[in-house]
């Protein structure tokens, strides 16, 4: 099933009520028609108070798409690399999900602020750490800077494993977002017990540090993944 950029701008011109129960409407018709959920761990969120820094490992385009269903009772807000507007599906997710930008490789330092501004306000936030799609279809190495956020907004974080999305949505050979389709999957979803970031010792150079918590940070989720998927976590 793939959306064509031409029906996305049909779309756009539509009163801004229209494209949101569109949007809507579609994502659910995707969750509903290709995605069978599963689900455990939810009662890690039972007694969830105040801002939570969802983490989560990142396989497809479709991986936001789930969480939003998944973690709807939560309504975290999502990181997103500015360069997803450009794609039709991401877009319209785009206008569902509740979406933080974040410009990708680059100390986008406005976009940090408002991560951390979010979460200091009381609002969760997910991300993927690995700041883009696995084409191992298993975890890469992530990139630092959920300690920053953890230390800067005193937030815990809960760590996700997902798997399954590599086949709901798989990345298309070619690199381009816009040729991919969507196929019937089973998509595992594991949610891990909150967590504190690790403390920086005061000796230890902060680069270090930061690669250190990343690690350990990611090491979380790793445990929530069938050892197949765990890459280079896989110690």
């Known amino acids: ?53 969802f983490i989560c490992n990142h396989l497809s385009n479709s991986d936001a798409i789930v969480l939003w269903r998944v973690l709807k009772k939560w309504d975290p807000t999502f990181v997103a690399g500015v360069k997803l507007n450009e794609n039709p599906v991401t877009y319209l997710g785009m206008v569902v999900v509740k979406v933080t930008p974040l410009i990708p490789n680059s100390a986008d330092k406005s976009g940090m602020a408002k991560i951390v501004k979010l979460l200091k306000s009381g609002e969760s936030v ?21 300690s920053l956020f953890a230390r800067m907004s005193k937030a815990k974080i809960v760590p996700i494993g997902m798997h399954g999305t590599e086949k709901l949505l798989p990345i298309s050979e070619d690199g381009e977002m816009g040729s991919e389709t969507f196929h019937h999957a089973d998509v595992y979803v594991n949610i891990g017990k909150p967590f504190e970031i690790a403390v920086k010792n005061e000796d230890e150079d902060r680069k270090v540090y930061e690669e250190r918590a990343t690690e350990e940070a990611m090491k979380k989720i790793a445990e929530l993944l069938p050892e197949e998927y765990r890459g280079v976590y896989n110690k």
């Open 1 to 53: 099933m793939i959306i064509s950029p031409r029906f996305v701008k049909i779309i756009e011109s539509c009163p801004q009520g229209v494209v949101r129960a569109f949007s809507t409407w579609f994502l659910n018709h995707l969750n509903n028609k290709y995605a069978k959920i599963h689900v455990t761990g939810e009662e890690n969120l039972a007694d969830k108070d105040g801002a939570v820094i």
């Open 126 to 146: 997910l991300m993927f750490p690995e700041g883009t799609r696995s084409r191992q279809k298993t975890l890469i190495k992530a990139k630092p800077g959920i």
